[in-house]
């Protein structure tokens, strides 16, 4: 098993009206699955499905007890170390048992876009406009600094924090502290994190001397300039940079996400097995297409732009062979299926004793299937007699 996994959570919606029609604010968390992914392979390697009945009604304690039996399953000394987007309950349990972890780069940047976007509605005209940009330019700022820190957490703040040094026409500076180099009079609270900031081996900004596209610099006595600094001038900010983890997680996870909603639809409820079994197919999809990548079968069919709102600006990406190349995986299920049919005969299929059957189309589905393909004790044909009802 790889050193690293990335943990990723997906609640599942149930309505209690029993209709998928209803506003978004009606709906609540029933059941959470937190998957396991494989960085190196971007494979899934296991899942857990939790119910809210197993933490005692309480849907915000689901994702915890996901990761919890992730770990019971591998051995929590299998798993060198995880990728998580931060959950505070799942954060203290890592500490208690000593796992290493990062933060996933996007859902952090994506936090900070939030707060950045409420404070942009506090203010108008030019200072309106400024913070946005500002903010527009920390996110891209934040992805690059990360990436060209490599996993060393110190260089990483550094080159962070050389964004408000950057935006002030300040290209070049000596070793020495951050709140030496910029005026931190306004702002409210500074954190020991913050005050601490040294660049000790950062000194001149990431962009290449002959870049000529810089922008007007900004007056450190803008009421945008200073509230960004007031956003990320307290402690847990600059802990969360340290934590960061560079390259690509989210997209392949997203991905692997937009492919399980094909088979579980968020907005639609199913019941336990329904929705284990859905997981299944979906993960099945899922890996067949990264074993094809990790085989050289898939090719490049076209690239195109695209606009990544994580980044703020437009991306190329590239567009592979997929789909029904790689359904194998498919075929050999239903090949399954028709032989277990065979085996069992007419019926239901048996079920645990702590099985119901599910009242979701998977059932209608499976009870078309018999329908079509029945065996009596005297042929192999399909039967049309009344015993089909």
């Known amino acids: 098993m790889s050193d690293t996994e990335y943990m990723d959570t997906d609640p599942e919606l149930s309505d209690e009206e029993d209709t998928q029609e209803d506003a978004a604010d009606r709906f609540s968390a029933e059941f959470c699955n937190v998957s396991a992914l494989d960085i190196r392979t971007k494979k899934v390697v296991t899942f857990q499905q939790v119910h809210k009945s197993e933490t005692g009604g309480v849907s915000t304690r689901m994702e915890l007890l996901g990761v919890q039996k992730i770990f019971t399953e591998f051995g929590i000394d299998q798993i060198g170390k995880v990728c998580i987007d931060k959950n505070l309950q799942v954060v203290a349990w890592l500490k208690q048992n000593e796992v290493e972890y990062s933060f996933d780069l996007w859902h952090n940047c994506r936090n900070i876009n ?36 490599a996993g060393d957490s110190d260089l990483a703040v550094q080159h962070v924090y050389s964004f408000f040094l950057h935006v002030l026409g300040i290209h070049e500076w000596r070793k020495s502290k951050l709140i030496e180099l910029i005026d931190v009079s306004s702002i409210q609270k500074v954190g020991k994190g913050f005050k601490a900031i040294q660049f000790s081996n950062v000194t001149s900004c990431l962009h290449d001397e002959a870049d000529d596209t810089f922008t007007k610099p900004v007056q450190p006595t803008s009421t945008a300039y200073k509230t960004m600094l007031q956003l990320v001038s307290n402690t847990p900010f600059v802990d969360d940079l340290r934590r960061l983890k560079e390259g690509n997680v989210t997209s392949f996870v997203e991905s692997y996400n937009s492919v399980r909603i094909h088979y579980a639809p968020k907005r639609k409820f199913y019941k336990a097995r329904g929705l284990e079994m859905r997981t299944m197919l979906s993960i099945l999809d899922w890996n067949s297409i990264q074993d094809a990548e990790l085989h050289g079968l ?31 995986w498919k075929r050999e299920l239903v090949s399954r299926v028709v032989a277990k049919k065979i085996e069992h005969g007419l019926g239901e299929p048996n079920f645990h004793d702590d099985e119901e059957i599910d009242g979701d189309d998977t059932h209608e589905i499976a009870n078309y299937f018999d329908e079509i393909v029945n065996f009596d004790n005297s042929s192999s044909d399909v039967s049309d007699s009344d015993d089909n009802e």
């Open 114 to 149: 939030k707060k950045i976007k409420a404070q942009v509605k506090k203010l108008d005209g030019e200072e309106k406009e400024l913070l946005k940009n500002l903010g527009r330019r920390f996110i891209l700022h934040i992805y690059r600094s990360i990436e060209n820190a």
């Open 298 to 328: 898939r090719t490049e069919t076209a690239h195109y732009q695209y606009f990544s709102k994580a980044k703020g600006e437009a991306r190329m990406k590239t567009k592979k062979t997929g789909g029904a190349q790689f359904d194998q």
